[in-house]
């Protein structure tokens, strides 16, 4: 997510509200992210006939509180480099915790704001824990992290639903967009 002094660089709205697609390019955000945001009320937003309009203001104070929240990570069947990967690019703020697919339904029982599945090394457990998650938690953002090849897996984790996925290695830009989706406090 851009940084708080980004926001107030960002030029003037018309009629003094951003717009979705306008509200992305000031996140560094893809608009379908900043559109469900808005959806779920993650990202303060009113409705004007069909369309949602942000406050620059407001949108700035979302962007402060979202910033000096720290976060709970869970990186389940994942790489101990990936863990310190994700670690790097979150910053001290943020927990991260690496667990292997076989610990993750007691891991679940602790609290996490974003599960962390990594297809890479064992798709089909990968998949298992999806289907686990899906049963056992919803209050987590789940998300699949894939590595060539990729279309398989994706393929039948969509059979049961929507899930959200990044592909392998993460880039500093896809953990923040991760973030921006979190609730905000």
């Known amino acids: 997510m851009a940084s708080v ?3 107030n660089a960002a030029p003037p709205a018309a009629n003094g509200y951003l717009t979705v697609r306008e509200t992305a390019q000031v ?3 893809h608009y379908m992210s900043v559109y469900k945001m808005v959806q779920q009320g993650r990202l303060p937003a009113i409705k004007i006939g069909s369309r949602w309009k942000i406050d620059p203001e407001e949108l700035r104070q979302w ?7 720290g976060r709970c990570w869970l990186l389940a069947g994942g790489r101990e480099s990936s863990v310190a990967a994700l670690r790097a690019l979150l910053g001290p703020q943020h927990t991260v915790r690496g667990v292997p697919f076989g610990a ?4 679940l029982d602790d609290e996490h704001d974003v599960l ?3 297809t890479t090394l064992d798709p089909q457990a990968a998949l298992a824990a999806l289907a686990l998650c899906r049963e056992v938690t ?3 953002l789940t998300i699949l992290l894939i590595g060539p090849p990729a279309a398989d897996v994706l393929h039948e984790a969509l059979r049961d639903g929507v899930v959200t996925a ?7 830009a ?4 991760v973030s921006a989706l979190l609730h905000s406090p």
């Open 27 to 29: 996140l560094k955000m």
């Open 174 to 177: 896809q953990v923040e967009q």
């Open 138 to 140: 919803g209050a987590a």
């Open 116 to 118: 962390l599945l990594d």
């Open 104 to 107: 993750l339904r007691a891991a």
């Open 166 to 172: 990044l592909a392998l290695p993460f880039t500093a």
């Open 63 to 69: 962007a402060a509180r979202h910033q000096q929240t």
């Open 5 to 7: 002094d980004h926001l």
